[in-house]
T-cell receptor, first 115, second 112 residues
Framework: DQQVKQNSPSLSVQEGRISILNCDYT??????FLWYKKYPAEGPTFLIS?????DKNEDGRFTVFLNKSAKHLSLHIVPSQPGDSAVYFC??????????????FGTGTLLAVQP | NAGVTQTPKFQVLKTGQSMTLQCAQD?????MYWYRQDPGMGLRLIYY???????DKGEVPNGYNVSRLNKREFSLRLESAAPSQTSVYFC???????????FGQGTRLTVV
């Protein structure tokens, strides 16, 4: 039962354009969300986060939007650069067995930014 | 400041062998995690430790055991390795809940 879902396995965009990565979650108890970036043969690195009390958080070229009613969040990268090519994971603090304290990840989206 | 250190980086095991994956963090974090990454499956939580002396199951705990030896170290043990446990294993730590987690470089494990 995948509680955090990234339905697009891959995305290709042109350099300089906007990249939009999407994430859906099923548990309404989730209230803190994060995006991670992962290059091959490396561990994931934190990009940006958002609390459920906000609907937007911005950090440079990266903006995360949260729509609580739709249980949906998205990561916007503007402008996209070839160095952004990586796998992006959405994550949420949620629960297995009742405790809301476990960091749960989605399946990831492979972003390819074409020069 | 090394962050999160995992050993070994690569390992090949025969079916039925046992081994322990080691993880240590030097950031004085309370929470530590073990994940496995498989193609198309993302990062799945195996076990979690909220603080020294406590551990809790994640999504895929079967076939694994963990030990939170002290605040710095969180080890993952495979008692009898199976080919289905071929994966890349990541350890992570965070100051607590609702904060970013920091990951190690991963251990690539192959069970033949």
């Amino acid at each position: 039962d995948q509680q955090v879902k990234q339905n697009s396995p891959s995305l290709s965009v042109q350099e300089g354009r906007i990249s939009i990565l999407n994430c859906d979650y099923t548990n309404s108890m989730f209230d803190y969300f994060l995006w991670y970036k992962k290059y091959p043969a490396e561990g994931p690195t934190f990009l940006i986060s958002i609390s459920s009390i906000k609907d937007k958080n911005e950090d440079g070229r990266f903006t995360v939007f949260l729509n609580k009613s739709a249980k949906h969040l998205s990561l916007h990268i503007v402008p996209s650069q070839p160095g952004d090519s990586a796998v992006y994971f959405c994550a949420a603090f949620g629960s297995y067995g009742g405790a809301t304290n476990k960091l749960i990840f989605g399946t990831g989206t492979l972003l390819a930014v074409q020069p | 400041n090394a962050g999160v250190t995992q050993t070994p980086k690569f390992q090949v095991l025969k079916t039925g062998q046992s081994m322990t994956l080691q993880c240590a963090q030097d950031m004085n974090h309370n929470s530590m995690y073990w994940y496995r990454q498989d193609p198309g499956m993302g990062l799945r939580l195996i076990y979690y430790s909220a603080s020294e002396g406590t551990t809790d199951k994640g999504e895929v705990p079967n076939g694994y055991n963990v030990s939170r030896l002290n605040k710095r170290e969180f080890s993952l043990r495979l008692e009898s390795a199976a080919p289905s446990q071929t994966s890349v294993y990541f350890c992570a730590s965070s100051p607590g809940t609702y904060t970013e987690a920091f990951f190690g470089q991963g251990t690539r494990l192959t069970v033949v």
